[in-house]
Nanobody, 116 residues
Framework: EVQLVESGGGLVQPGGSLRLSCAASGFTEGFYFSDYGMKWVRQAPGQGVEDVASINPSGGYTDYAASVKGRFTISRDNAKNTLYLQLNNLKTEDTAMYYC?????RGQGTQVTVSS
């Protein structure tokens, strides 16, 4: 079964940066990380799940929520089965649990807290 493990979250001041990683494993024979589009989603306390960024299997196409466009960058390293999210110029409203997602699989999340 596919497993996704996020890391890289933490407490940062407004205007700061973080880099999130998502390591994928458990692909059955004949299926590869590079076959799948992936995305980052987030959920703030008391809020619904918000799609943050997505990337196609090759990494050549990306898309972002309007709230993060120009500040966040999604990327992937298919040789390492790893998805990334670079978060720059963080705002307090970016505080949330961040999850990577592959089809209907989701990791346990990594907490990002932006506070002075």
């Amino acid at each position: 079964e596919v497993q996704l493990v996020e890391s890289g979250g933490g407490l940062v001041q407004p205007g700061g940066s973080l880099r999130l990683s998502c390591a994928a494993s458990g692909f059955t024979e004949g299926f590869y990380f590079s076959d799948y589009g992936m995305k980052w989603v987030r959920q703030a306390p008391g809020q619904g799940v918000e799609d943050v960024a997505s990337i196609n299997p090759s990494g050549g196409y990306t898309d972002y929520a309007a709230s993060v466009k120009g500040r966040f960058t999604i990327s992937r390293d298919n040789a390492k089965n790893t998805l990334y999210l670079q978060l720059n110029n963080l705002k307090t409203e970016d505080t949330a649990m961040y999850y990577c997602s592959l089809t209907n699989y989701r990791g346990q999340g990594t907490q990002v807290t932006v506070s002075s």
